[in-house]
């Protein structure tokens, strides 16, 4: 009986004490609440800075709900492992973060943690945001702290345990948080290290087009392509798979003006990107084409690439016929973009890994709401069938983009149609 | 030869399976409700129902439309006996050149067949696709709601869809259900 008690004492304490270590380590206390925010305080210049960075950061897509006030939150990211809402970062004292200090919104974007000491999900792309630095930092809390306050009380997250148990992420942060500052590369200029420092900083790149492991955090094959919010984010490294090459200078390009003639529109996520990038320097563009074009070169050359040529197109095939019968007219016409549609055998939703994008614009269209910038057009997911949506897609990849053919085209096309497009 | 269902009559049609719908309406079945506006499907003078779905008629193939149930505005209503949303049109005056006003009034009649307590919300977002270059696109709105609150009085009352209904105050919040009280107004059968 005693050993027995001994011996649970030991397992208790086994038990116990790395649990505590872990709870000291994981703890994190309040700062100080604000006693009133003076955004008179702020200086025009920093809060300029402020919203070009925050253009940069595309803060105002995941906090601002549809139809809501902008950054007032209560957006729904849906992960793999639940729903979360993402918080009102408007400065409203109750509901906001009226009540937060420079120091707490750092601590946000350097540790993830809130000023009451909470851990954030890293939902909030904080794993990037540690390269941020102070000067920055302060910019975008000038910026945010000039809104209008807006109370709105954001929905409770729907995690099921042990991830509704917020301690957890500091384990999580033990693994995946790499931490800042950005290091500069010394055998690049000024111009590519501020790029790399954007792309992998605040404008978290990496968040849609780098795959994640199982615990949802970025896994080394950066830029590699990754599914991201019922689309597919393309490879941006050298695997990139395009019919141009991307250089500076079409990149830039895409970038400013949300389509590029030899690459095609910006759609989907990307599409709010380049909107929220509408405010952002011709610098800090440049900055990031230039770093991207580097991380982008070595890409298999388009005429490598090639591996067989298109087949001619088949009278009877179902696709073909929809292709000459539907899409043809605007996408083999004269119009040039943002005009008339882009050559499909340039776009990369047809000459890329995933069959998702080119289905999710069949069936959608690109509705001139979502992309402000670039080309329009008409969705056709009422009018035709899965079989003829299968068929279609089938035949423009074999007949345009030079690769082998897509394996899942129907499976695909059921979860793109079972898609809630919210 | 493809067989087209338009409005309920069925037509054999010869033209080519590449024809854009509102091309063989027009040219073909002379129904010349809908218009030819870009021809890009990026303006919606063209719009009519497929299965009841708001359907761009320019950009969209009679190919894929064998067996489906075409509607066009010719089929909501006459002039003598218009129907709900052409009534509401009128009333509201809801046209300057009138040249979306049929597009317009098909894609309203998509949102309407579905959902007669459309929001304002809904009803701006169902007709975000259709432009009106006149600008009255306030009056449109105006329309919908009065058309829908028209649609709601038939449907209580039981009334068929020409049987003119009592004008209705416009101030109303379509939004909401009718007060009991103003449904029981309406004589019953």
């Known amino acids: ?251 830039y390009a895409y970038l400013r003006h949300g389509w590029q003639e030899q690459h095609g529109d910006a759609y989907g996520p990307m599409a709010s990107v380049v909107q929220n990038l509408a405010v952002a320097t011709d610098e800090d563009l440049r900055a990031i084409s230039i770093y991207m074009a580097s991380r982008i070169d070595g890409q298999p050359a388009p005429a490598a690439a090639a591996a067989r040529p298109p087949e001619p197109p088949q009278s009877e095939d179902t696709g073909a016929q929809v292709y000459a019968a539907t899409c043809q007219n605007c996408h083999d ?70 690769r082998p053919a897509w394996a899942d085209v129907d499976t695909t096309v059921r979860a793109a149609r079972s898609r809630d497009h919210d | 030869m493809i067989e087209l269902d338009v409005n309920g009559r069925t037509h054999q049609v010869t033209a080519d399976p590449d024809t854009p719908l509102l091309y063989v309406l027009r040219d073909d079945l002379e129904l010349n409700g809908a218009k030819f506006g870009c021809g890009l499907g990026q303006c919606g003078a063209c719009t009519v129902l497929v299965d009841g779905i708001a359907t761009l008629s320019c950009v969209t193939p009679i190919l894929l439309l064998a067996g489906r149930q075409i509607t066009t505005v010719e089929a909501l209503g006459t002039a003598a006996k218009p129907g709900p949303l052409q009534r509401a049109f009128v009333e509201e005056q809801a046209a300057q050149c009138g040249y979306c006003t049929a597009g317009m009034m098909m894609r309203a009649q998509a949102l309407l067949q579905q959902n007669l307590f459309a929001s304002e919300e809904e009803i701006r977002a169902h007709m975000e696709p259709n432009l009106c270059r006149c600008g009255t696109h306030f009056r449109i709105l105006r329309a919908i709601r009065r058309a829908a609150k028209i649609m709601l009085g038939e449907h209580s009352a039981g009334q068929s869809r020409a049987e003119p209904s009592p004008p209705l105050e416009s101030n109303t919040d379509i939004t909401r259900r009718p007060a009991h009280s103003e449904r029981r107004e309406r004589p019953e059968r």
């Open chain 1, 1 to 251: 009986m005693k050993a027995r008690t001994r011996s649970a004492l030991i397992w208790l304490a086994g038990t116990l004490t790395p649990l505590m270590g872990f709870v000291v380590y994981a703890w994190r206390p309040a700062i100080a609440p604000l006693e009133a925010n003076a955004p008179g305080q702020f200086a025009q210049a920093a809060i300029n800075r402020g919203a070009q960075l925050a253009a940069l950061g595309n803060c105002a897509t995941c906090h601002t709900a549809y139809g809501g006030a902008m950054y007032s939150g209560g957006r729904k990211l849906a992960t793999a492992f639940g729903n979360i809402y993402s918080t009102n970062i408007t400065p409203e004292a109750q509901t906001g973060i009226g009540k937060w200090s420079l120091e707490a919104f750092q601590r946000a974007m350097r540790q993830g943690v809130d000023r009451e000491g909470r851990h954030l999900y890293p939902a909030f792309p904080y794993d990037h945001f540690t390269l941020v630095t102070d000067a920055d930092n302060a910019a975008l809390y000038a910026f945010l702290m000039t809104r209008k306050p807006v109370r709105a009380r954001t929905p409770e997250n729907e995690l099921s345990f042990p991830l509704n148990v917020r301690m957890v992420i500091a384990g999580w942060k033990l693994l995946f948080l790499h931490t800042g500052p950005y290091d500069n590369a010394a055998t690049q200029d000024v111009t590519w290290n501020r790029g790399a420092y954007l792309v992998n900083g605040l404008a978290h790149c990496g968040g849609c087009h780098t795959p994640r492991n199982d615990f949802g955090a970025e896994n080394s094959q950066r830029f590699s392509g990754a599914d991201a919010e019922g689309w597919h984010a393309f490879a941006i490294d050298s695997r990139a798979h395009t019919h141009e090459a991307w250089t500076a200078d079409s990149l």
């Open chain 1, 333 to 402: 016409g004269s119009r040039p973009l943002p005009f008339g549609g882009v050559r499909l055998t340039l776009s990369t939703a047809v000459t890329g890994e995933s069959a998702t994008n080119l289905i999710n614009i069949i069936l959608h269209g690109l509705n001139p709401a979502e992309v402000s910038t670039g080309a329009m057009m008409p969705g056709f997911g009422h009018t035709l069938t899965d079989a003829q949506l299968e068929s279609l897609v089938s035949y423009i990849r074999s007949a345009q983009a030079s």
